[in-house]
């Protein structure tokens, strides 16, 4: 059973252009968390998806970012213009479901960096 | 605001000693905590879940305490190895169950 993968490892994209982060989640999981992690911090929490719905998005910023996870296919981060304060590394996890006794299964991350 | 928090950023320590690390949590009552490792450049590991009506739980070398009165749990490594170096977060749902979320984080440098 493959682990979360996230590609691509290393992201580099100028300011003003899009960046599309994906996340394949272990299979059987349908639940699927994005996070933010800067140097020297810790994991900040941006969204968390089940299959086609999104249940908490209250760590995304309004503007510019969006997150999805479709019926067939992986779930994707979208930063549409980055900025330079984009640069950090995004992280995916998975879980086969939220009760509470779940863990959490982490992809190796994307590291975005905006030049 | 839920809060949960880890306020040593680094602990080091010499080869063989016990590592204690402390998670305080805020606002909120976590019906469990979980405890990760990561290492750098590397996602997080789940390595252990404590419930809030356990006491403790072990595994191997590490053992993990909840303390409800203190909102707070502890997370040690006994007999620590330099490869025991790393930063461990500590996490848990919030209150509406919708989302992990995590303390900061503690480095942990084991020095042989």
């Known amino acids: 059973n493959a682990g979360v993968m996230q590609n691509p490892r290393h992201l580099v994209r100028r300011r003003g252009q899009e960046a599309r982060l994906r996340c394949s989640p272990m299979?059987?999981?349908?639940?699927v968390y994005w996070y933010r992690q800067l140097p020297e911090e810790g994991l900040k929490f941006m969204v968390y998806?089940?299959?086609?719905?999104?249940?908490?998005e209250s760590g995304m910023p309004k503007e510019r970012f969006s997150a999805e996870f479709p019926k067939e296919g992986p779930s994707i981060l979208r930063i549409q213009q980055v900025v330079r304060g984009d640069s950090a590394a995004y992280f995916c996890a998975s879980s086969p479901g939220e009760e509470a006794n779940t863990e959490a299964f982490f992809g190796q991350g994307t590291r975005l960096t905006v030049v | 605001s839920q809060k949960i928090e880890q306020n040593s950023e680094a602990l080091n320590i010499q080869e063989g000693k016990t590592a204690t690390l402390t998670c305080n949590y805020t606002n909120y009552s976590p019906a469990y905590l979980q405890w990760y490792r990561q290492d750098p450049g590397r996602g997080p590991v789940f390595l252990l879940l404590?419930?809030?009506?356990?006491k403790e739980k072990r595994k191997e070398r590490l053992k993990v305490t909840f303390d409800t009165t203190l909102k707070q749990s502890l997370f040690h490594i006994t007999a620590s190895q330099p490869a025991d170096s790393a930063t461990y977060l500590c996490g848990g749902r919030n209150q509406a169950g919708t989302a992990l979320i995590f303390g900061k984080g503690t480095t942990l440098s084991v020095s042989s």
């Open positions: 299979k059987g999981h349908s639940h």
């Open positions: 404590i419930r809030e009506n356990e």
């Open positions: 998806l089940q299959k086609e719905n999104i249940i908490d």
